[in-house]
């Protein structure tokens, strides 16, 4: 199969272009300011990107759920030590207990599939990265 692109840049302003990215990326980088790679990479004029962004994306989101899924787990923390507090005080704070031995139980729900949700995901990108087949039901 024969493939024709049209060259709308010059090649060499469009190298210029990418150098000059990557200087700032690492600018970024060197002052310790955010700049993500997928924003590195979807600016960079650069054959086989659309490749590349989907893994970058993703790896990008694991972080955010890992950040999420710890204070969630804190809140949880808090919560439980809460309720062992009411179990040592009179009974007048048995509603209360019962309220927040509900929802720890409903945060768990929750972080169980958020856990499950990570732990699909981070095995797909492995797959992925091996050359796998995909897991049954998927593609």
Do not use: W
């Amino acid at each position: 199969m024969v493939q024709v692109q049209i060259q709308r840049r010059n090649p060499l302003r469009q190298q210029a272009q990418n150098e000059l990215l990557l200087q700032a990326y690492q600018m970024a980088a060197q002052a310790g300011a955010y700049f993500p790679l997928t924003t590195l990479f979807e600016l960079l004029q650069t054959d086989g990107k659309e490749k590349i962004l989907p893994a970058l994306r993703q790896a990008e989101e694991i972080p955010r759920l890992l950040a999420k899924a710890h204070a969630e787990n804190e809140d949880l923390r808090g919560m439980c030590q809460r309720a062992s507090q009411l179990m040592k005080e009179d009974s007048a704070g048995q509603d209360e207990l019962m309220e927040l031995v509900a929802k720890l139980l409903r945060e768990k729900e929750q972080l169980t599939r958020e856990n499950q949700t990570l732990q699909a995901t981070e095995e797909d990108r492995r797959r992925e990265e091996n050359g796998d087949e995909p897991r049954k039901g998927e593609k």
